[in-house]
């Protein structure tokens, strides 16, 4: 089984501060992609990494895939309120019939203060 | 486009009564997936369909079936519902790195 480990479960900060999400395995997955989640509705995917040490931006998030492919990590600069919500790691299989499924980490719920 | 739409939004069960919940996508995905979501614990594969006429287990599959009625529409169906299958059930399809998720079905079993 393969599994993710995200951490920090939990993250308070206040407007303007800088924040990382790390997201970990002992498995290699074929990419790994975040997701943030409002209340009240699904998952929207954010980015996908596939290439192992790929660097992504989106405006203020940093999105990093580890060179093993194992890993990744989400920065985002000078948080802002709007930026609150449930941030969400997956890493996609790869091959046969464990082609597309998601491998979820637990979640780091972020709390941006005015 | 509606993308994947579920229903319903809200259930509330008894023990031992029986449900579907329902999923479609009008976005022409072959594979369609169900997953619960439980505080702490992220979301966790339920069963999935890798394309129309096939469906596998994923990784908490007991206690529940599930239907590939067409390539549009993946139900889950709990035979007897038990108070550990309260959870946000969500469905979603997929086509290369495209994946997109409904917008959940909050369900409580008393």
């Known amino acids: 089984t393969q599994l993710l480990e995200q951490s920090p479960q939990f993250l308070s900060i206040q407007e303007g501060e800088n924040l990382t999400v790390y997201c970990n395995s002992s498995?290699?997955?074929?990419?790994l992609q975040w997701y943030r989640q409002e209340p009240g509705e699904g998952p929207v995917l954010l980015v996908t990494?596939?290439?192992?040490?790929e660097v992504k931006k989106l405006k203020r998030l940093t999105f990093q895939f580890g060179d093993a492919r194992k890993d990744s990590s989400l920065h985002i600069t000078a948080a802002q309120p709007g930026d609150t919500g449930l941030y969400l790691c997956?890493?996609?299989?790869?091959?046969?019939?464990?082609?597309?499924?998601?491998?979820f980490g637990q979640g780091t719920i972020l709390t941006v203060h005015p | 486009n509606a993308g994947v739409t579920q229903t319903p939004k809200f259930q509330v069960l008894k023990t031992g009564q029986s449900m579907t919940l329902q999923c479609a996508q009008d976005?022409?995905?072959?594979?369609m997936y169900w997953y619960r979501q439980d505080p702490g614990m992220g979301l966790r594969l339920i069963y999935y369909?890798?394309?129309?006429?096939?469906?596998d287990k994923g990784e908490v599959p007991n206690g529940y079936n599930v239907s590939r009625l067409n390539k549009r529409e993946f139900s889950l169906r709990l035979e007897s519902a038990a108070p550990s299958q309260t959870s946000v059930y969500f469905c979603?399809?997929?086509?290369?790195?495209?994946?997109?998720f409904g917008s959940g079905t909050r369900l409580t079993v008393v």
């Open positions: 979603a399809s997929f086509l290369n790195y495209g994946y997109t």
């Open positions: 976005m022409n995905h072959n594979s």
């Open positions: 997956a890493g996609v299989s790869a091959g046969g019939t464990s082609y597309g499924k998601l491998t």
């Open positions: 990494v596939v290439t192992g040490g």
């Open positions: 498995s290699v997955f074929s990419s």
């Open positions: 369909s890798a394309s129309e006429g096939t469906t």
